[in-house]
């Protein structure tokens, strides 16, 4: 966990299941710059690859409470410290737990890439939701994804889907071989852009 800016609204970020590599810390700087106040979470406590096997069984090691616990304490802390609004960028793993604090009223706005909730989640979403997906995905189901959204949509919730032509898994994270630097880049700037636009108070 660290604290990368100071003054703004507060976003949390958290990794995808490689860990906490650069392209994140990057991430945090580019938040930092646009003017937030940024906390990324180590989910690992300092383990990361760029292999996906290891990856795999990094997240599968992981205590999934421990974990949600983590992101709310990165939360508090930035509430904690005067930021007058609080959102979360969550990436693979990470973007199923900012959309739970999402659906546990924790924050108020999420972003996530390349993952989803349940249908049932949407219920208790109140804040406004963007995704960022990739065209073709071995990790997310594109009808759990798609009835995901439309039950966010049902419930009144704001979302905004964008998905990146000839993207895969991961495409957002440059650390690995699915980086897609492009796609990264326009999502960066629809995130910041929509982050502004919800934290603003």
């Not at 800016?5 to 810390?25: E, F, I, K, N």
């Not at 646009?34 to 290891?54: C, I, K, N, Q």
């Not at 997310?140 to 949509?153: G, N, Q, R």
């Not at 699915?178 to 919800?198: C, E, H, Y």
């Amino acid at each position: 966990m660290s604290d990368a800016g100071a003054g703004g609204p507060g976003v949390v970020v958290v990794h995808d299941w490689y860990g906490l590599g650069p392209h994140v810390a990057e991430y945090a700087d580019e938040l930092t710059t646009a003017g937030f106040t940024v906390e990324t979470v180590d989910l690992y406590g300092g383990s990361r690859t760029t292999d996906p096997a290891r990856a795999e069984e990094l997240a599968d090691a992981l205590d999934g409470e421990q974990a949600v616990a983590l992101v709310a304490a990165a939360i508090g802390r930035l509430r904690a410290g005067g930021a007058p609004a609080v959102g979360a960028v969550g990436f693979s793993l990470g973007g199923n737990l900012v959309l739970r604090a999402a659906r546990e009223g924790d924050v108020d706005a999420v972003v996530a890439y390349y993952a989803a909730r349940s249908a049932d989640d949407a219920a208790t979403t109140t804040c406004p939701v963007q995704l960022h997906l990739a065209e073709t995905d071995e990790l997310e189901d594109p009808e759990y994804i798609a009835a995901y959204v439309a039950a966010l949509e049902a419930a009144g919730t704001p979302v905004d889907t964008f998905t990146y032509p000839g993207t895969g898994h991961s495409f957002a994270n440059g650390d690995v071989a699915l980086a897609d630097p492009a796609a990264a880049d326009v999502a960066r700037s629809r995130t910041i852009g929509f982050l502004r636009a919800r934290l603003s108070r």
